[in-house]
């Protein structure tokens, strides 16, 4: 993995070790190896679903702002510290960079 890539070109996928339970339009995270549970409200949750361990995170982003019909700045300075935060809680991996489409 590329440490000086930007965080936008980082590819990010799903803890194997989370259940995920839909309460739409929420979506409950039990964290299997931290024994946590987590609540994402309905935005968050549409950034986890858009998870695939391939797009980067500006590939999602560009796709979330598509569909929720909101800049794509916007979407990005919203979903990179969620990342984090996911990342924070052991919910979500950095598993490398991508080329940005």
């Keep these: ?8 070109d ?3 996928a ?6 995920a339970e839909a309460l739409d339009p929420e979506l409950v995270l039990f964290d299997l190896d931290r024994r ?3 609540r994402l ?3 968050a949750a549409a950034v986890w679903r858009s998870l695939d361990g ?3 995170v500006t590939d999602l982003a ?3 702002a ?7 700045e916007q979407v990005l300075r919203d979903t990179l510290p969620l990342l984090e935060r996911l990342a924070d809680a052991g919910l979500v991996v950095r598993v490398g960079t991508g080329s940005v489409s």
């Design 1 to 8: 993995m590329d440490a000086a890539a930007a965080p936008e």
């Design 10 to 12: 980082a590819v990010w």
């Design 14 to 19: 799903r803890s194997e070790a989370v259940l």
């Design 36 to 38: 946590d549970l987590h």
């Design 41 to 43: 409200n309905a935005s």
């Design 54 to 56: 391939r797009s980067t």
């Design 62 to 64: 560009a796709s979330l």
């Design 66 to 72: 598509m569909r929720l019909g909101v800049p794509l």
